[in-house]
Every structure is written in structure tokens, then in C-alpha cells.
T-cell receptor
């Protein structure tokens, strides 16, 4: 069974540009969560999508957005990039909503997309 | 809202020594608790999880954790450290029966000394 696939793995952008990251979940998983990982801050929750609907959102500015397609693949977009957006962006999939009882919350992570903003 | 605190951003232990990584949580309802491990240049993978069955949970690679409600703790231990255990470890919490997100601690980087 293929794992979670994130593309691209590495990318470099300049301030003011925008970026789109892609995540393909494990087959059969309907939930995709996105996290931003930076040194010292750990993993910060961006948002979660389930059945093409955003179900949870973290405390990030509106420049960060996402969507989910009918095949459960997800994209996240960051517009007007800032230096502080440099980070590893992790996608995780789960069978159901990440925090729900039936699912017990296990997340399966991709290897991440490392974004560097110059 | 739930939260997680991991004591110590870096922990060093000698090979063969006991590993103890500390995690305290805050949750308004009985939580689900998790430990994840991240090896260099990889995503996170689940080590173990507590979902209200036995309070002592055994995971992969010889790790285990004990849920202590009175102390709101879920510390991770391994009796004998191995060089391959060098990685970053994350404690995470989610509220049961709620449509809520999983919150991660800031992580503890484990260094193994030869």
C-alpha cells in the first residue's frame, strides 16, 4: 500500500511569490491534515480537510489556504510569501477525521515539502 | 482546548542507558495520546498511542509509555537506548468524541552518546 506522497519535496521561492504544495493520501483515507514544522515551534496545525470540506483550521493568516479534491488529494497554497514561511510542510492522512473516536486519531505522514523563501 | 508540553527540547543519553522523554497534557475531556518519531529528512511515524484501554502502552522499537491521569502525564521510556533511536520525538493529544484536531508538542531531540 503506497504511503502519503507529497510534491515537490524541495522548493525555493522569493518573497511575494506564491506556492502550491500537493499531497496524495493513502488509498481509502478521506482526511488530510496539513502542518507547518519549524525549528523551535514544532508542528503547528494549519488545517484539515475531510470529504472536500475544511473541517478544522489553525491560527494562520488567510495567505494560507487549501482544498481537497473528490479523490481525497489535497493542495495547500501560500500567497505573498514571507521569509518566515520557510519551513517543512507536512501532510498527514487518516481514515476519518483526525480527532474522532472511531478513528482514534492515528495520522500517517508524508516526508514533507521543504520550502525556502529568499 | 487541549495542549501538550514536552520538557526538554534536547535530551542526551548514553547507549544502553534508560531513555525518558517527558510529556504533560492538558485536556478538558479524557484524551487520546500519542508519541510520534521523526528520523532525519522523513515524516513522522507513530510509535504508540493511548486510547483508554491499558494505561501502560507498548509501542514499536521497545518503547512504552504510561498514562497517568493524576499527573496528566504520558512519558515515553525505553530501558536501553540504541544508536538508531537518535531522532526527534513528538507527543500529541486529541480530545475524544470531539471533532477536533490533533495538537503536537514542540518535540524533543534525542541524542545517543556512544
Amino acid at each position: 500500500k503506497a504511503g502519503v506522497t507529497q510534491t515537490p519535496r524541495y522548493l525555493i521561492k522569493t518573497r511575494g511569490q506564491q506556492v502550491t504544495l500537493s499531497c496524495s493520501p493513502i488509498s481509502g483515507h478521506r482526511s488530510v491534515s496539513w502542518y507547518q514544522q519549524t525549528p523551535g515551534q514544532g508542528l503547528q496545525f494549519l488545517f484539515e480537510y475531510f470529504s472536500e470540506t475544511q473541517r478544522n483550521k489553525g491560527n494562520f493568516p488567510g495567505r494560507f489556504s487549501g482544498r481537497q479534491f473528490s479523490n481525497s488529494r489535497s493542495e495547500m497554497n501560500v500567497s505573498t510569501l514571507e521569509l518566515g514561511d520557510s519551513a517543512l510542510y507536512l501532510c498527514a492522512s487518516s481514515l476519518g477525521l483526525a480527532g474522532r473516536h472511531l478513528n482514534t486519531g492515528e495520522l500517517f505522514f508524508g516526508e514533507g515539502s521543504r520550502l525556502t523563501v529568499l | 482546548a487541549q495542549s501538550v508540553t514536552q520538557l526538554g527540547s534536547h535530551v542526551s543519553v548514553s547507549e544502553g542507558a534508560l531513555v525518558l522523554l517527558r510529556c504533560n497534557y492538558s485536556s478538558s475531556v479524557p484524551p487520546y495520546l500519542f508519541w510520534y518519531v521523526q528520523y532525519p529528512n522523513q515524516g513522522l511515524q507513530l510509535l504508540l498511542k493511548y486510547t483508554s484501554a491499558a494505561t501502560l502502552v507498548k509501542g514499536i522499537n521497545g518503547f512504552e509509555a504510561e498514562f497517568k491521569k493524576s499527573e496528566t502525564s504520558f512519558h515515553l521510556t525505553k530501558p536501553s537506548a540504541h544508536m538508531s533511536d537518535a531522532a526527534e520525538y513528538f507527543c500529541a493529544v486529541s480530545d475524544r468524541n470531539r471533532d477536533d484536531k490533533i495538537i503536537f508538542g514542540k518535540g524533543t531531540r534525542l541524542h545517543i552518546l556512544p
